[in-house]
């Protein structure tokens, strides 16, 4: 039984930093794809960031959103069956729930593809 837990959400103000993190229980996130998602009140619910298992050895690659690009970074800690979002210079569009994802064994991208999710942090960003 999978599940995922996400904490850190906070009220901040324009060009601050967060951090949330996400902890997983039930199977280990070594050789599982670890992602972040947000959503916004009255906006679907849109690709943020994901740390994804190479497929060898313990090497992971990250991808993100380009709104995020330079601003966000993924990071994983195995042994701690942890993944973190780094938030630096927050915007106020930056504003949302954010879910952390899991997946295993899956191919390809888009929310569907992602079986396990949190309960979601809000994250308010004050301009």
């Known amino acids: 039984q999978v599940q995922l837990v996400e904490s850190g959400g906070e009220l901040v103000q324009a060009g601050g930093s967060l951090r949330l993190s996400c902890a997983a229980s039930?199977?280990?996130?070594?050789?599982?794809?670890m992602a972040w998602f947000r959503q916004a009140p009255g906006k679907e619910r849109e690709f943020v960031a994901v740390?994804?298992?190479?497929?060898?050895?313990?090497?992971?690659?990250?991808t993100y959103t380009d709104s995020v690009k330079g601003r966000f970074a993924i990071s994983r800690d195995n042994g701690k069956n942890t993944i973190s979002l780094q938030m630096n210079s927050l915007k106020p569009e930056d504003t949302a729930v954010y879910y952390c994802?899991?997946?295993?064994?899956?191919?390809?991208?888009?929310?569907?593809?992602?079986?396990?999710w949190g309960q979601g942090t809000q994250v308010t960003v004050s301009s």
């Open positions: 740390s994804k298992w190479s497929g060898l050895i313990t090497y992971y690659t990250t």
């Open positions: 039930g199977r280990t996130i070594s050789t599982g794809d």
């Open positions: 994802a899991a997946r295993w064994g899956r191919i390809g991208g888009g929310s569907d593809t992602y079986d396990y």
